[in-house]
Each structure stands twice: as structure tokens, then as C-alpha cells.
């Protein structure tokens, strides 16, 4: 029996434009916005010489965390599911309203009024 078209798509199928070894204009766009917010918080006062080092190493652990967060696949055979697709998953799940079954009722066994 046929069931009708059956439609296949790669499993490296990705609706984003790459642009460079896996990364997106959007991955470049969080890059570049962190660089900025980095290079606004080391310019601003204090300029004592440990302060400004202090903010540097802050601006490159966030950029660090930034880009890990861009790199790192949760499913490694999987290339087109990225760590942000998956937690924004997670995070719909549990705010999402959850279906709950009851047990049914057996028809032959007198309810909590019926049995005194």
C-alpha cells in the first residue's frame, strides 16, 4: 500500500547561513556584540593598571563562555542542534502546561460514598 510522498532531509540540513567551520551570521553578530560590551566595560573608569588587567581577563572569560556556547554540540552526531537550541528547548518544555492522566474508575467497585 503506498502512503503518499515521503519527504527526506539531511541530518546536516541548517536554515542558517554558514559562513565560516560552522558558524552562522548570527553566531558572528553574538560574537562581535560581546566584544563590544567588553571593550565599553574595560573603557570605563578606573584606569589603575590591576583594575584594567582585572577587566580584561572578565572580557575574555565572557567571550570564552560566549564561544563555547556557539561551538559545543550536545548531541555530537547531530551538527545542526546547538547548545542555545537545546536549553530554549528544555526551557519551553518546563514552562509548558503538562497533561496529566487519571487512573479510570473500575465500573465494579463501589466508590468512597458507596461503601459505608
Same mark, same amino acid.
Given at each position: +500500500?503506498? #502512503? ?5 532531509? %539531511?541530518? =546536516? ?9 560552522? !558558524? ?5 553578530? !553574538? ?9 565599553i566595560f574595560i573603557a570605563i573608569p578606573p584606569y589603575g593598571f590591576i583594575l584594567v588587567l582585572v577587566k580584561i581577563v572578565i572580557v575574555v572569560l565572557a +567571550? ?8 559545543? /554540540? %550536545?548531541?555530537?552526531? /547531530? $551538527?545542526?542542534?546547538?547548545? /542555545?537550541? =537545546?536549553? /530554549?528547548?528544555?526551557? #519551553? ?7 496529566? &492522566?487519571?487512573?479510570?474508575? #473500575?465500573?465494579?467497585?463501589? =466508590?468512597?460514598?458507596? $461503601? &459505608?
Amino acid at each position: +500500500m503506498k #502512503k503518499g510522498k515521503e519527504f527526506i532531509f %539531511p541530518e =546536516n540540513v541548517d536554515k542558517d547561513y554558514g559562513i565560516w567551520k560552522d !558558524y552562522t551570521l548570527k553566531d558572528f553578530g !553574538y560574537g562581535i556584540l560581546t566584544l563590544l560590551i567588553g571593550l565599553i566595560f574595560i573603557a570605563i573608569p578606573p584606569y589603575g593598571f590591576i583594575l584594567v588587567l582585572v577587566k580584561i581577563v572578565i572580557v575574555v572569560l565572557a +567571550m570564552t563562555v560566549v564561544m563555547a556556547i556557539l561551538t559545543v /554540540r %550536545p548531541i555530537a552526531s /547531530r $551538527k545542526n542542534i546547538k547548545v /542555545r537550541d =537545546n536549553l /530554549r528547548l528544555k526551557q #519551553k518544555y518546563t514552562h509548558s502546561q503538562k497533561l496529566y &492522566y487519571l487512573k479510570p474508575k #473500575k465500573r465494579d467497585e463501589p =466508590n468512597e460514598i458507596e $461503601k &459505608y
